[in-house]
């Protein structure tokens, strides 16, 4: 056999070289999608429509009404490298527009059988662009390609792209590709990130020809709260941020679905100059505010606008451009994580809450609300060197201060918001979450102090369990006998509790030691839970979450001093403005809003 490293060097045949170079920007659907979409945009579009025919694999369709292309742009547009949105090398120093490259079209028509129709603003006529079929063509000949007069019926200008057949000819690509449901889910992720980034413009995704996705044109605010709220009356937090006075300009506006949380990232959305991008420096600026309000492993719902001088961005680093570099990250990274802070400590804030505070009730100078001691990172990063994030440990926090020690108590509301009075605002608390909040930490406390108690059981409280569980429950009582529990295995079928922790309260008892039953037996041994010693973390908040199910509910009725204690206790915790499952505790109602609403001041 010829070893290859003896063969000579041969220039690639061009239908090889493109069909490579294809396979970069072109993995799957939601890519062709995501690129076409682009396009469209790009051209000023205010409506998009996609359709998909076998997830994809049949059929893409994306049909715009933005400014279409002529009869000689639609021959040119599918050859590498002609774009109509960089001239010269300069260019790409001030880019406005989501393509540059001249690279997503001939890629889509070297992996599917590509043809366009488009009518340019102006015209009364439409070209429709096709090209010779992909099977025929051998790897020495040009594609034919044909530009006649068509029809585009769509609106009075815009284009239609349509590709069959995506990657027929790329076997290696096609086999791993997804289910057809798992692809449209990807190309409707993709659209949702894109739609975005373009609240404006309205998009409609068809599967099999029925619509899955219709999203009205509307502002980057309610766009935000209809994709990543849970439901349309989210609350939605919107805060805004610019230092034009330094060149080069950075301008940031950012909305936060403030009651909502997640465990993953998936509601965290960037958008910069435009373009949805996930960059590391954007994403650790934006979740280390939140570290201390949410519960490790919550994420928040949280759209950041981003507005720089192209000059200071590099967009070129990746063919999908899903990843960008900033000339200052260091800058970057502060403004947001200074504009995050703020907006938490205003809104529902971590422990660090008292100098920022005051500091938020003056909204422009944003970097100054840093502690003083905390490391500044270097003020220049260059391409090469990416950052060092600060870590945890180089910003120390304030501990926490009860901010409404003075509050006047002023009632309760439907038996289950507490009042206060509070300088200029309104401070409303949920006294179920907070008292969740309260119960969680003390335990909390005492667990990882070792002082937990256990309070005896005045009749023994038997709970029945599946005889086929036995021996998996019996693994694991060692557990909970390591939080404060006595029990132990009562014939063939039943666990007896003669003691609970003293902070669980006998309040429904039954059915919250059958759900810690479940919760154990749903928990796998892991190295680090292995030794009854060594309850770890994750195990205990999953154990521990079921004390809070016996804190005060909504509807009891509270005495005044009841309410009073509640409101010291919350500021005592480490976390007071979220209960553990990251619903907001406390909501601040400003005195302006009531004025506002009752017409004293306009
Ligand atoms: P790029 O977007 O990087 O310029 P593409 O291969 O995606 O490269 O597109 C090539 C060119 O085709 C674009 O620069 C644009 O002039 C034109 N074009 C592509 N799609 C559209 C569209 N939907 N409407 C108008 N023009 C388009
Ligand atoms: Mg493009």
Redesign the pocket.
Known sequence: MQNAALRPIQILKPAVAERIAAGEVIERPSSVVK?LI???L??GATEISVSLEDGGKSLIEVT?N????GPE?LSL?VLRH????LNVLDDLERIHTL????????SVAAVSQLSII?RRAGSDAAFELTLGDLSERNEDSARPERVTFGHFLHSMHG?R?QARGLFAQVPARLKFLKSQGAEVSQVREWMERLALTHPQTGFQLFSEGRAILTLRPEDEASRTRTLLGDKNDTPIITSTWSDEAHTPSLRLRAHWLQGLSVPNARKLVQVINGRAVRDRVVQQALLSPFRQALLPGQFPAFALYLEIDPSQLDVNVHPTKTEVRFLESGRVFRAIESLVETMIARHGAPAYASTLWRASENPSPIPSFRPANVATPSPVWNFSAPPVIPSDSETPRVVSQNPFQHARFNGIAFNTYLLFEHESELIVIDQHAADERIRYEALKKKFTSRTLSSQALLLPEAVRFAPEQRQRLLERLAWIQKLGFEAEIFGEDSLLFRAIPAEWGTDSLRTRLKNLIDRLLATEVTEKNESALAVDESLFESLASEACHSAIRAGDALEPIEARAILGRLFECTHPWNCPHGRPTVVRLARGKLEEWFQRRV
Request: net charge negative; glycine share 14%; hydrophobic share 25%.
């Open positions: 690129e682009e396009n469209s790009d051209a715009d933005g400014h279409g292309m742009d547009c002609a774009t109509s949105k393509g540059f490259r001249g690279e997503a079209l001939p488009s284009t792209i």
